[in-house]
C-alpha cells in the first residue's frame, strides 16, 4: 500500500490518458493520490479529478508561491471559500520560491502566513513548496510555530541541518525523484534521518525520477523513489513502504 503524498494529475498534461495513468498506478500498489491545488484557475480542474475517482484522490485547496502575483489578496479570498465548504484534507500548496521571480517576496511571505494560520485554525496540515527560500521560510514558520502546525517539506531538496530543523518544527519531508539523481544530494545523508520522518511523493507530471528523466513523470514512477530508499535505508522495500504508509495516514488523518 503506497500513498503518492504530492501529484498534481488534475493537469492538462494528463487529459488524454488520465485514466490509464490512474490504472497504471493502482497495479504499482498506489492506494491514496494527494493533489495540492495551485492557483484560483485549477480549482475546477482538481475538483472534477476528485469527483471521477471517488474514494482516491485527497485534495488540498491553497495558494502556489509562483502564482502569487498582484491579485494574490483577490486569489486568498477565492480559495478561502473555497476551504472552508469544500472538503479538503490540508492546506497546499503553499510556501516562497525565489527561484524563477523575487519580485513578488512580500507578498509571497503575506501569503504564506496567512495559509499557516488557516491551517493551524483548522488543524489541516500544510503541503510546503520551497525554492531558493528556506531562510525566509524557517522564519516565518517559527513565528507562526504551534502543537497544530503541522505537514510535509514537498519535494525536500535541503542540507542534513535544514532537514533536521523541519523535523524539530513538526514537519515530515517529502521525498520525491531528487532523491534518484546523481547531483541530488539528499541521498548521501537521508540515512542518518529517521525513516518515520519521511513521506514518498512523484510531484507528477514535474520532477521524473531516474531512469524517467526529462520525461512526464506520473504516480507510478513513486516505485522508483521506493526503490533507492529502500537501499539508502538497507531495507526490505514492503516494509519500507509500510513505514512510509502509516507516516501518510498519519499526516493526513485517514
Not at 48 to 77: F, I, N, R, W
Not at 198 to 212: H, I, K, N, R
Request: contains cysteine; proline residues 4%; negative net charge.
Amino acid at each position: 500500500m503506497i500513498v503518492d503524498t504530492h501529484t498534481h494529475i488534475f493537469v492538462s498534461e494528463f487529459d488524454q490518458d488520465r485514466n490509464e495513468v490512474v490504472q497504471r498506478a493502482k497495479e504499482a500498489g498506489i492506494e491514496k493520490f494527494v493533489l495540492p491545488n495551485i492557483d484560483t484557475k485549477s480549482i475546477s480542474a482538481l475538483k472534477q479529478c476528485v469527483k471521477d475517482y471517488p474514494g482516491d484522490m485527497l485534495p488540498l485547496m491553497g495558494l502556489h508561491p509562483t502564482s502569487v502575483k498582484e491579485d494574490y489578496q483577490e486569489q486568498l479570498a477565492i480559495i478561502k471559500q473555497e476551504l472552508d465548504r469544500g472538503t479538503y484534507y490540508g492546506i497546499g500548496e503553499i510556501g516562497i520560491d525565489l527561484y524563477w521571480d523575487q519580485t513578488f517576496l512580500r507578498e509571497q511571505q503575506e501569503a504564506f502566513q496567512m495559509q499557516l494560520q488557516w491551517a493551524k485554525a483548522k488543524k489541516l496540515p500544510v503541503s510546503i513548496h520551497i525554492r531558493e527560500a528556506f531562510d525566509e521560510v524557517f522564519e516565518i514558520i517559527e513565528q507562526e510555530k504551534s502543537p497544530d502546525l503541522f505537514g510535509i517539506f514537498h519535494c525536500f531538496t535541503g542540507t542534513l541541518e535544514q532537514a533536521q530543523r523541519a523535523i524539530d518544527l513538526n514537519f515530515h519531508l517529502g521525498i520525491g525523484g531528487v532523491v534518484t539523481f546523481k547531483n541530488g544530494k539528499i541521498d548521501k545523508f537521508l540515512n542518518q534521518i529517521p525513516l518515520q520522518n519521511l513521506v514518498a511523493e512523484t510531484d507528477a507530471p514535474w520532477l521524473s525520477p531516474t531512469p524517467y528523466r526529462g520525461k512526464r513523470n506520473e504516480p507510478a514512477h513513486i516505485i522508483k523513489v521506493i526503490e533507492k530508499l529502500s537501499k539508502i535505508y538497507q531495507m526490505k522495500q514492503e516494509e519500507l513502504e509500510c513505514i512510509l504508509y502509516h507516516n501518510s495516514i498519519d499526516i493526513f488523518n485517514l
